[in-house]
């Protein structure tokens, strides 16, 4: 619905002779803005690599991971460097921007194997691996933050 709810026009599939990929919609890519890329990177490569995406990139900006599946399609995950007024205010979730990302896992086992990891490279946990029925029945996820502060999470919900 637009914000005068009426119904949004419904729009052609521009994909053309294009491959299919995953669900349309799916997020592309997403690029995190963070203090100091550099000291997040090894956090993000443990989180990151453990989904299966591979850092592909390294600039002066920061860094790029992708994951790119046979039946999901692509999706890519960027930490910036923030700019000189950014870096001296802590993130707030309740500001206007990022709540938090949420990204799918395969199974409870998965969200715990990542919790496990989280906990060797001493990640703040905010909230451990549990069942959340007040989401949707079987919603079981682990609740984390980057070195920013940043509220990240990994859910399977059947």
């Known amino acids: 619905m637009s914000r005068t709810n009426q119904p949004l026009a419904a729009q052609p599939d521009r994909r053309g002779d294009r491959e299919p990929f995953g669900m349309r919609g799916t997020i592309h890519h997403l690029d995190l803005t963070v203090k100091d890329p550099w000291v997040s990177r090894a956090f993000y490569d443990a ?9 592909v990139k ?10 790119q599946t046979p039946h999901a399609g692509f999706c890519s995950i960027g930490i ?3 700019d000189e007024a950014g870096r001296s205010r802590p993130h707030s979730r309740y500001a206007p921007g990022l709540h938090h990302v949420a990204w799918q896992a395969a199974s409870r086992a998965d969200v715990d194997q990542l919790h496990e990891r989280l906990v060797a490279i001493g990640a703040t946990i905010l ?15 682990v609740f984390f933050a980057d070195p920013d502060g940043l509220k990240l999470e990994y859910v399977h919900a059947p």
């Open 80 to 82: 910036v460097r923030a």
């Open 127 to 141: 909230d451990p691996p549990a069942e959340y029925p007040q989401y949707s029945p079987g919603y079981y996820a």
């Open 47 to 55: 989180v990151l690599g453990f989904m299966g995406y591979r850092r």
């Open 58 to 67: 390294e600039d002066d900006r920061g860094f790029d991971w992708n994951l």
